[in-house]
């Protein structure tokens, strides 16, 4: 039986939470309250201290939560107590009275959310039939840009406490419509220990190859966007486009063109995936890379804000092509339906260590730039587009995906 819109819809219902709260928090709220919180000399190190230990939380949480779930063969209870958790936790953060507190409700919102999303990323290799696994993805993908986007008009309209009370109840909402998909119960359990469970996945070729495409992706997505607000306000400056200044600040300058990305992601989603249904997965994944790897070099050769604002439109074209298609490539070389939820943490994996690289590239991007201006950028973007194709043609020696 083929889904409807409904059922997909409601399948990734909890993606689009879960999108919108981690914007608003990692975004807007955890950095408001740090500096609120905090001497004004310590608010930094404070702020990088918090997003450290998320990082490194993120990396450990999916796959665990991920093994348990597939031990006991179960998937609601971990998305039900994990969304009831993450409503808690969010509405601690916004009234923290300390840093102290601030730091509790950081730690209980990281664990609510590795406990319902580890189980929760197996759905789809769990429910969706693989001729039907492209399309889910899409839906999956324009419900995440479109949690974002309005997770950003959020951000500029409402107090902070607000915020957290609507990432509370689009949390809950969003896990409520998922559970109404989900099954009691699979069909079999995972037998094996923790270790091998966690060694297996890394001694398939198919899998190692589908983690590095999407780290490579991931970590030229996250060099590209770091650093693109230092870009404008040094390399570019002004804002203007068909002789209008559409913003006054570097800020609400990448404001917009992370819009534009947004908006050009959510609109191929869906039709992206349903062509990789029909035409398999490895062909949008070429045309993702090569896209994308090939529009850095325009970032550096038009350093002008309306060149960029038509490029941040075509990357963002390009970016939702990769977004509607790599969870059904993953979804399609996975060997073992009962350690569906341990293999997905494990491949969550690589989009937040190149978080943390990307993180660390601020040293030698400042002193390349020291040594001649627009250096680091030059290689940043050059880095970015390198990673891009990489990641995208490393796809062509997997076996069990077209």
Not at 326 to 346: I, S, Y
Request: some cysteine; overall charge positive.
């Amino acid at each position: 039986m083929r889904h409807g819109p409904g059922w997909y819809l409601s399948l990734s219902a909890y993606w689009f939470a879960t999108s919108f709260k981690w914007f608003l928090v990692l975004l807007v709220i955890l950095p408001a309250k740090v500096a609120e919180l905090s001497p004004p000399e310590e608010k930094a190190s404070r702020l990088g201290f918090l997003f450290g230990l998320g990082a490194v939380m993120a990396i450990l949480g999916p796959p665990i939560m991920g093994y348990f779930s597939d031990r006991l063969g179960r998937r609601k209870p971990f998305l039900l107590a994990g969304s009831l958790l993450t409503a808690i936790a969010l509405l601690l953060l916004a009234h923290a009275p300390s840093y102290l507190w601030l730091l509790v409700a950081y730690l209980l919102l990281q664990v609510a959310d590795d406990l319902a999303t580890g189980p929760y990323s197996a759905l789809i290799p769990d429910l969706v039939p693989r001729k039907e696994r492209g399309t889910a993805s899409g839906y999956m993908g324009v419900l995440q840009v479109s949690g974002q986007i309005l997770g950003g008009a959020v951000g500029f309209l409402l107090p902070l406490a607000f915020q957290a009370y609507l990432a509370a109840f689009l949390n809950l909402l969003g896990a409520g419509l998922s559970l109404r998909v989900t099954p009691d119960r699979l069909s079999g359990v995972h037998p094996r220990p923790f270790l091998a469970a966690m060694a297996g996945p890394w001694r398939d070729r198919d899998f190692l190859l589908v983690y590095l495409t999407r780290f490579l992706v991931m970590l030229g997505f996250y060099l590209a966007q770091t650093y693109l607000q230092y870009y404008l306000a040094d390399m570019v400056r002004v804002f203007q486009a068909l002789g209008r200044t559409l913003a006054k600040e570097p800020f609400q300058a990448v404001a917009l063109l992370g819009l534009l990305i947004s908006l050009g992601a959510a609109l191929v989603s869906v039709p992206a995936g349903k062509a990789s249904d029909r035409l398999g997965r490895k062909p949008l994944i070429y045309l993702s890379g090569a896209g994308l790897g090939l529009l850095m070099p325009f970032i550096l050769l038009f350093p002008r804000y309306d060149a960029m604002l038509f490029l941040a439109l075509f990357f963002g074209l390009f970016y939702g092509v990769y977004l509607a298609v790599d969870w059904a490539l993953v979804a399609d070389v996975l060997r073992d339906p009962k350690a569906h939820a341990t293999d997905m943490g494990l491949w969550q994996t690589a989009i937040v260590v190149p978080q943390v690289l990307a993180g660390a590239f601020g040293r030698p991007l400042d002193l390349l730039n020291a040594r001649g201006e627009g250096l680091g950028y030059l290689v940043l973007f050059l880095l970015a587009g390198t990673c891009f194709l990489l990641g995208a043609f490393l796809v062509a020696p997997i076996r069990r995906a077209r």
